[in-house]
């Protein structure tokens, strides 16, 4: 396909003038030239591309099973643009829960309103990156929660699988389908004693945003049998 887009009924896909201008002139497209279209929820269907920006439909609604375990990466925001490329990459790489939290040490904290503000365009960044990487399942972007509601979420949902990334953990596996990832300044005392079990990322010490993309990767990776669990 040359391109894939996001619409909200697979019954009559339909894109909006931002997306006819992105397939029209950055894409290239020409009338005739596939387009997958997906609602973000498994679904998808093969369409082409129609005079003034339309689609057209050609082929079934097709369906793809959501991948399991649910993977979910939590850290916390940091500063810049550097929240926006971590959700790409996250998208791209299938993350299903991308979850923006407070610890102890976040230097940055967004209120209420900022965080509605923030939250809005990381998921366009999230919509647009999906797009770019032909997948099927939008992740969800939620937040900004604290430490404790995300630690006890993701040990509550999924039978205590939610896991600290620090240095001298053990190896990812799929037993911990849920990673949080500290600030810059690491994790506190208190968040260190939370009776979470601790999962090493590598021998190096990442940025935040660094950590969450090599959790993913890790994750990923495992759930689609690419690398084998350590023994």
């Given at each position: 396909m040359a391109a894939h887009v996001v619409v909200a009924d697979l019954s009559s896909p339909e894109i909006d003038g931002e997306d006819a201008h992105h397939l029209r002139s950055v894409l290239r497209l020409?009338?005739?030239?596939?387009?997958?279209?997906?609602?973000?929820?498994?679904?998808?269907?093969?369409?082409?591309?129609?005079?003034?920006?339309?689609?057209?439909?050609?082929?079934?609604?097709?369906?793809?099973?959501?991948?399991?375990?649910?993977?979910?990466?939590?850290?916390?925001?940091?500063?810049?643009?550097?929240?926006?490329?971590?959700?790409?990459?996250l998208t791209e790489l299938g993350v299903d829960r991308i979850v923006l939290m407070h610890t102890d040490r976040s230097v940055v904290r967004w209120d209420e309103t900022r965080a509605a503000s923030h939250l809005d365009r990381l998921r366009k960044v999230a919509r647009q990156a999906l797009m770019q990487s032909r997948l099927c399942w939008m992740p969800q972007v939620v937040g900004v929660s604290e430490f404790s509601e995300v630690a006890a979420a993701g040990g509550a949902s999924v039978g205590a699988s939610a896991a600290l990334a620090a240095p001298g953990g053990s190896p990812p596996s799929l037993d911990f389908p849920t990673l949080l990832i500290g600030p810059e300044g690491g994790w506190s005392l208190a968040e260190e004693g939370s009776g979470l079990a601790r999962v090493a990322l590598g021998p190096a010490v990442l940025r935040s945003e660094s950590a969450a993309v090599a959790a993913g990767v890790l994750l990923a990776a495992l759930r689609a049998g690419l690398v084998r669990p350590a023994t």
């Amino acid at each position: 396909m040359a391109a894939h887009v996001v619409v909200a009924d697979l019954s009559s896909p339909e894109i909006d003038g931002e997306d006819a201008h992105h397939l029209r002139s950055v894409l290239r497209l020409r009338p005739g030239e596939a387009v997958g279209a997906t609602d973000g929820s498994g679904g998808w269907r093969l369409c082409r591309f129609g005079p003034g920006g339309s689609l057209e439909i050609d082929g079934e609604v097709e369906r793809e099973s959501r991948p399991v375990p649910i993977l979910t990466v939590a850290f916390a925001p940091v500063k810049g643009d550097r929240p926006e490329w971590a959700v790409q990459k996250l998208t791209e790489l299938g993350v299903d829960r991308i979850v923006l939290m407070h610890t102890d040490r976040s230097v940055v904290r967004w209120d209420e309103t900022r965080a509605a503000s923030h939250l809005d365009r990381l998921r366009k960044v999230a919509r647009q990156a999906l797009m770019q990487s032909r997948l099927c399942w939008m992740p969800q972007v939620v937040g900004v929660s604290e430490f404790s509601e995300v630690a006890a979420a993701g040990g509550a949902s999924v039978g205590a699988s939610a896991a600290l990334a620090a240095p001298g953990g053990s190896p990812p596996s799929l037993d911990f389908p849920t990673l949080l990832i500290g600030p810059e300044g690491g994790w506190s005392l208190a968040e260190e004693g939370s009776g979470l079990a601790r999962v090493a990322l590598g021998p190096a010490v990442l940025r935040s945003e660094s950590a969450a993309v090599a959790a993913g990767v890790l994750l990923a990776a495992l759930r689609a049998g690419l690398v084998r669990p350590a023994t």
